[in-house]
Each structure stands twice: as structure tokens, then as C-alpha cells.
């Protein structure tokens, strides 16, 4: 749950997620943010690999048709979802996601070259080692990674207003997955984490994660409907 901390935390420390009364995950699995959120969620994702914690209402949909009505949750959620789609329909999910949003939008995703190089320096250390793959880096490696050029454009072609935050570093995140993949270390900060509620909002913004070459960027958006109401 490291790697969660650290992405959800860096969501939870922004201004606008305190203003999300009722939330949409896109992209969530069987916990995604209820890991580090009280309220309860409404969990988009094409296949959930378990069974959904309480606190998750799932719905099996697609990320580029959401079979919801639009401005029906004051905030969604989509944090390292978008580089599993295929490059020509990731435009559309942030037109969807927006469409079904009142409030702000949270997209975060691993993208730019980077990026790229930690995963694919990461694929090699799996082969070397001849142990499998995990499903989210394959993904990864055969779709390849937004850039985040072409994410600014998708969200500019939508009229909505957004602020770009820079996240976890790529060093760190190589680090990181390397910990994780460590069974006692996973074990130990699954257990820190549930000690420290509020570990997660701490972890997303530590200045340890800063840096120049980034793994993840993190968009708030606010659909253009909304910043017209505001003007």
C-alpha cells in the first residue's frame, strides 16, 4: 500500500478533495481510495480482481462510457488509470470523467520519458531475475505511457481550467516498487499505514518525492461548465 499512499496522498492534500462530498472512482479496483477515505464511493473499473471493500458501491463500466448522468459527483477520482487505455482513447475518458463531474476532476497517471525509463529499466530487473511481470507493468510497457503534452491538450480541447502538480520522482518510485515487491517490507508499511490515518496526505507531499525527472503528474480540473458558473 506504499505506492497507494503516495498517489492518493498527494489527492488528498489538495484543497478542492475537502470541497468532494459525493465521489466517483474511475479506474479504482476493489479498494483504490476507500483505503484512505471514510466516506463512501461509487468504483468504476472494467474487472474487480476481489471482493469490493464496504465502503465501495462497484460498477463494471467502461473509463470512455460512463454510464452515468452528467454532474452527478462533486468529485472524481482517477489516479494511475489513463496509461491503461489505449493511447487513442484516452482523450475521450477525460471527457467522460468531466461530462459526470460537478466539482474537480483529480487525474493522476505515470507519463513522459522518465517514466517510461523506470518502467522499462524495471522490466529488465523482472527478466534478469526471471520472475514474472506484474499486470500493471506490462501494460505499461505494451501501451505506453501518456505524455503529458498530450494530456494538457485533451484537457485544454475540453474548455476546463486545471493546475498541473508534479509527483513522486522517478528514482523514487523505482525505489519504492522495489520495497514493495519485498514481502516483509510490504507487510510493515501496510501496518504503519493503518496506524497513521493521516500517513498517506504526509507521504503525497513530502519533499522526498520531489524532484525534476518525474515518474507522476497529478491535474486538478474543473470542467468548463463550472468555471462558468464561477465567472
Not at 478542492?16 to 476493489?30: H, I, K, N, T
Not at 462497484?58 to 454510464?67: H, K
Not at 514474472?132 to 510497457?141: D, G, K, N, S, T
Request: charged share 25%; proline share 6%; hydrophobic share 45%.
Amino acid at each position: 500500500m506504499l505506492d497507494q499512499a503516495i498517489r492518493f496522498g498527494a489527492i488528498l492534500a489538495q484543497p478542492e478533495f475537502e470541497a468532494a462530498g459525493r465521489l466517483l472512482e474511475v479506474g479504482s479496483g476493489f479498494r483504490g481510495i476507500t483505503a484512505f477515505v471514510r466516506q463512501p464511493v461509487v468504483g468504476v473499473d472494467v474487472n474487480f480482481s476481489e471482493t469490493p471493500t464496504a465502503t465501495l458501491t462497484a460498477l463494471r463500466a467502461s473509463a470512455t462510457e460512463l454510464p452515468l448522468k452528467d454532474r452527478s459527483f462533486d468529485g472524481v477520482v482517477c489516479s494511475d488509470m489513463l496509461e491503461h487505455l489505449p493511447e487513442g482513447t484516452r482523450a475521450a475518458a477525460i471527457r467522460e470523467m468531466l461530462r459526470v463531474t460537478r466539482g474537480a476532476l483529480f487525474l493522476a497517471c505515470p507519463c513522459g520519458r522518465s517514466a517510461r525509463r523506470v518502467d522499462a529499466l524495471l522490466g529488465r530487473l523482472y527478466r534478469a531475475l526471471r520472475v514474472p511481470l506484474p499486470a500493471w507493468l506490462q501494460e505499461h510497457l505494451a501501451l505506453g505511457l501518456p505524455e503529458p503534452a498530450a494530456i494538457r491538450r485533451a484537457l485544454n480541447e475540453t474548455g476546463a481550467r486545471w493546475r498541473e502538480i508534479p509527483g513522486e520522482n522517478a528514482l523514487m518510485h523505482f525505489l519504492v516498487v522495489l520495497l514493495i515487491s519485498t514481502r516483509i517490507f510490504n507487510r510493515f508499511w501496510n501496518c504503519w499505514l493503518y496506524r497513521n490515518p493521516g500517513a498517506a496526505r504526509r507521504l503525497g507531499t513530502s519533499s522526498l518525492l520531489s524532484g525534476r525527472r518525474l515518474y507522476r503528474r497529478l491535474w486538478v480540473v474543473q470542467p468548463a461548465e463550472f468555471v462558468q458558473k464561477r465567472l
